[in-house]
């Protein structure tokens, strides 16, 4: 990809449309079915200037995947370490990654078949389910270090299980259609966090 297609003010332009009209089309036809030419056809480009923002349409699909999870942690607002209640935090982050999932429900579709689909997108998710496992884990020794998790909680194995099971349920609320309401299924989701947690 190039640097200087990205630096530009025309370049983000045109990455976001590229973006924009990667994501219509996978939500269309999904990732197997959709092709190069759907996407620059879509956004008004040339394939030359696909190859010049995206290495392959991986790459442009990975790059979604960053941006609809972005929605989540992006709007998280930083805090300092131990003016946290870990309680209000898993709410609040949980409430936000189901209202997120909800509205970008038609993405997260393509995404499930995708991964059956596809054979090398699980890597993709399961690198991405990494980097976000590891910000939890690291939240929860913090919280642990701080008297404030129940000391027999191994952050990795809590970060793993708790963090599939908010996923799934997720895909089952909101990809499957089996609940719509994000405020109780955000209290439902945050009582099992706390208790595997033993915080009150």
Known sequence: MSERATTTTQG????????????RVLERKGLHKARISD?????DVSVGTFYLHFENKDDLFRQLLITVEDEVYGELVPAEPGSVDPAQ?????????????????????????????Q???????????R????R????IARWQAAGQVAPEVDPATAAFLLGAMTERLAYLWYVFGH?????QATEDLTRLWLNYLGLD
């Open 131 to 134: 980097y976000y496992r590891s």
């Open 179 to 183: 609940r719509e309401d994000v405020d």
């Open 39 to 43: 996407i620059t056809k879509e956004a």
């Open 12 to 23: 983000s332009r045109t990455r976001g449309a590229l973006l924009r009209a990667g994501r």
């Open 136 to 139: 939890t884990e690291r939240a």
């Open 89 to 117: 935090r898993i709410r609040e982050t949980n409430r936000l990654y189901l209202t997120a999932f909800k509205r970008n429900a038609a993405f997260w579709t393509c995404v499930e078949a995708a991964a059956l689909e």
């Open 119 to 129: 054979p090398d997108v699980p890597g993709v998710l399961a690198e991405r389910n």
